[in-house]
């Protein structure tokens, strides 16, 4: 038995999808439905009361330019995204982050959305662990943590609840 629930849980009495395809003979098509409010609120278990999601910037210390341009990355997030909260800039490793880096939370799925598709084309040479806050802290920083770059191995240890 599977510990996930099923992502079709609550679609057990759902018409069959059709399986034609779109004009470009290539994806299917799907009929119109009501908007999924997962595009407005973050869906449980992530706790948005505080911020829904964490972006840790990592940059390798013994790399000056990687750290020039974290620095500078900083920078521009900063007069970009105003109104994200963004940390302190981090010259040695904190918490389970095993290289320096710098935090920038986000509080609704636009905002996760825009930040990680900006990320995509403007991280340079860094790495970026994204994960969301549903309270445990383990799990969100590694089952359901993504990665943009290279991943790094998290001190987990001081996740886990003791």
């Known amino acids: 038995m599977s510990e ?8 057990e009495n759902a ?4 399986t034609t ?14 908007r999924s409010a997962a595009y407005d609120q973050f869906p449980a278990p992530i706790d948005s009361s505080n911020n829904g999601f964490d972006f840790h910037i990592y940059y390798l210390p013994n790399a000056p330019e990687q750290a020039k341009y974290a620095a ?9 995204f105003p109104e994200l909260r963004i ?10 982050h095993p290289v320096p880096m ?22 340079g040479p860094l790495s970026v662990l994204i994960h969301p806050n549903t309270g445990d802290a383990y799990k ?3 089952e359901l943590a993504t990665w943009m770059g ?9 996740l886990k609840k003791h």
């Open 87 to 96: 940390y302190r800039f981090w010259d040695k490793p904190v918490g389970p």
């Open 102 to 123: 710098f935090e920038v939370n986000v509080f609704n799925p636009h905002q996760t959305g825009t930040l990680f598709s900006w990320l995509a084309v403007n991280r």
């Open 4 to 11: 996930y629930k099923s992502p079709l849980a609550g679609y």
């Open 72 to 80: 500078e990355l900083h920078e521009r997030i900063r007069r970009e």
């Open 21 to 34: 395809f779109n004009e470009d003979g290539k994806s299917l098509y799907n009929p119109p439905g009501p």
């Open 140 to 142: 969100d920083h590694t």
């Open 150 to 158: 290279k991943p790094f191995p998290l001190n987990d240890r001081m």
């Open 15 to 18: 018409e069959p999808l059709p």
